[in-house]
């Protein structure tokens, strides 16, 4: 639990945001709302956080003005989460989210170190259950992009889940024919000393 939030069994998004508005949490707080828990974020390693300026450059250069392009910021997930994802594809413009948070989004993407299991698991469920149609992990540990998509909206999972490794092309559901290479998401590789 974060500094200063104060014990409960579950708290909503409403409560999480008054904690916020009370001072209680402050923005400078790296927590978020996971189905009811407030729960503290890793601080991110230089390759956490170079992955994610490649991936918020790459998705800016393929959606261009198809959606807004937004990095660590709160997405409303339902009634008790709050995730900042790491980035998100938005749709509309930026007006739009100027009195409120965004409560959907086009695709999700998380860099995964440390947390692969959370996105794997807690994550992929929570953004599928929101109606997230396509959630990709940028999985620092294997060096590849994991995809999911085809959302069933009645059983609230994806319907599908592929790995796509260096070199590869990714299509993102919401942007048909703009393709985005593994590579330009992955972190740089690095010389090997001989």
Known sequence: MARGAPAQARYTKDQYFELVKKGVLRPD????????????????????ASAIR??????????????????QLPLVAGRYSVPEPDVA???????DYQEAHPT??????????????QDRITK????????????????????CVEVYRRLDRRARCYGETRVVRRG?????????????????????RKPRSG
Do not use: C, Q
């Open 29 to 48: 707080d790296r927590v978020e709302l996971l189905e009811g828990v407030v729960v503290a974020m890793a601080p991110h390693s230089p390759g956490h």
């Open 54 to 71: 490649k991936v918020s450059h790459a998705l800016g250069r393929v959606f261009g003005d198809s959606g807004v392009i937004s990095v």
């Open 89 to 95: 594809v938005l749709p509309g413009g930026n007006e």
């Open 104 to 117: 959907e989004a086009l695709l999700v993407v998380e860099v995964a170190d440390s947390s692969l299991a």
């Open 124 to 143: 992929a469920a929570l953004y599928a259950r929101a109606g997230v149609p396509e959630y990709w992990i940028v999985n620092l540990r294997d060096d």
């Open 168 to 188: 590869g092309r990714l299509e993102p559901e919401a942007l048909p024919g703009g393709t985005i290479g593994a590579d330009d998401l992955l972190p740089s």
